[in-house]
Nanobody
Framework: QVQLVESGGGLVQAGGSLRLSCAASGRTFSNYAMGWFRQAPGKEREFVAGICWSGSSTLYADSVKGRFTISRDNAKNTVYLQMNSLKPEDTAVYYC?????????????????????WGQGTQVTVSS
């Protein structure tokens, strides 16, 4: 089992920045590919960004490309999502997710169904 705990959410004005963190425990963090998803009220959970187990490959949703950056620190068992130039439409609950990916040659996963473990989520609200 992998336990994931997100933090760093909050209320920010449009144009501002936030950095989300997701701390992992329970298994060898560096064996897992990680992803960030978000879910706004009344909408389906959607992919935001993903990173392979080593950190060498990343992938972003078109809606956040150029504004958000995913990174990981395997020594700290933590994955981050740096969010800049935030917009009201970024308002959502943000979730981190993990799946075993050590032997997947740097694959980044973007489907909810590819991930096995999920955190509880952290609320991000962007005011206009």
């Amino acid at each position: 089992q992998v336990q994931l705990v997100e933090s760093g959410g909050g209320l920010v004005q449009a144009g501002g920045s936030l950095r989300l963190s997701c701390a992992a425990s329970g298994r060898t963090f560096s064996n897992y590919a990680m992803g960030w998803f978000r879910q706004a009220p009344g909408k389906e959970r959607e992919f935001v960004a993903g990173i392979c187990w080593s950190g060498s490959s990343t992938l972003y949703a078109d809606s956040v490309k150029g504004r958000f950056t995913i990174s990981r620190d395997n020594a700290k068992n933590t994955v981050y999502l740096q969010m800049n130039s935030l917009k009201p439409e970024d308002t959502a609950v943000y979730y981190c997710a993990a799946r075993f990916g050590k032997y997947d040659s740097g694959t980044v996963y973007y489907s909810r169904n590819d991930y096995d473990y999920w955190g509880q989520g952290t609320q991000v609200t962007v005011s206009s």
